[in-house]
């Protein structure tokens, strides 16, 4: 088993909100969820050789998944061990009136994204707040509100057909002040350095980006099939 820091599963592409530079490029128009029997199949293919301290639901927006909720439970299932956690920026918890629920049978972790520090985005959260609290109240779930507004980046220029990458040559920099640098994705069945290389090409498949992005484009990820020294390798690589 090889054991690291974080694993992801985006659940949906989409988002109820529109944050600029967004690492999923959910301000940017696309949708779709991930189902839990898909899902299922690729977690099978690494349970038995990933030991992540963390695992994390997100998405884009998790809770427009409908069945959030199962997602959850079969996180913990492949994944015992793990510290599991549900990213959400709050706004649509309304829905899951069963989250808090599971959340507890699982030993799962509820955190919250402050996406603004405006008194307007604050009027707005404060029903949310009440809600997760009273939950935090009825149910003893852990909840860990994380202003992560603070610690954003830009991850590329302009929008849609018109984004283009930085090319400043300072990948180093650039590495070092990445929020998404310890997130690795599992997508496809397959292994991924990070959420912006990962859904890279649902960007050019719907805006058709331009050639700059092809050496991003032409990443490959790791496949279940990999040898544990190609496996090691790519746990170590920056």
């Known amino acids: 088993m090889r054991v690291f820091e974080n694993l992801e599963i985006h659940i949906a592409h989409g988002c109820n909100l529109t944050c600029e ?7 940017q128009g696309h949708t779709g969820l991930l189902s839990v029997e898909e899902g299922e199949e690729w977690m099978v293919r690494w349970s038995h ?9 997100l998405g884009g927006e998790p809770t427009i998944h409908p069945r959030l909720c199962d997602w959850v439970l079969a996180v913990r299932k492949h994944w015992p061990q793990a510290h599991l956690r549900l990213l959400t920026n709050g706004f649509l918890l ?4 069963e989250l808090p629920i599971v959340l507890k049978k699982t030993n799962g972790n509820l955190y919250v994204s402050i996406h603004h ?3 307007e985005y604050r009027e707005k959260f404060s029903p949310i707040r009440e809600l997760i609290e009273s939950w935090r109240q009825k149910h003893g779930i852990p909840v860990t509100y994380h202003e992560s507004y603070k610690n954003w980046t830009r991850r590329y220029h302009g929008h849609g057909a ?7 040559n300072r990948p180093r920099d650039s590495w070092e002040i990445c929020p998404a640098k310890y ?6 069945e397959a292994l991924w350095k990070c959420p912006p290389l990962t859904y890279l090409r649902l960007q050019d498949a719907k805006y058709h980006l331009s050639e700059k992005w092809r050496p991003y484009l032409a990443y490959e990820p790791l496949r279940p099939d990999c040898s544990d020294v ?4 790519f746990l170590a690589k920056q």
């Open 162 to 168: 018109a984004m283009e990458p930085y090319e400043d």
């Open 21 to 27: 530079s967004c690492s999923h490029y959910s301000n």
């Open 230 to 233: 190609e496996l090691d390798a």
């Open 183 to 188: 997130c690795k994705q599992l997508y496809q």
């Open 117 to 119: 520090d405006s008194p």
């Open 49 to 57: 050789r990933l030991r992540p301290h963390v695992f994390s639901l």
């Open 94 to 97: 309304h829905r899951h009136p």
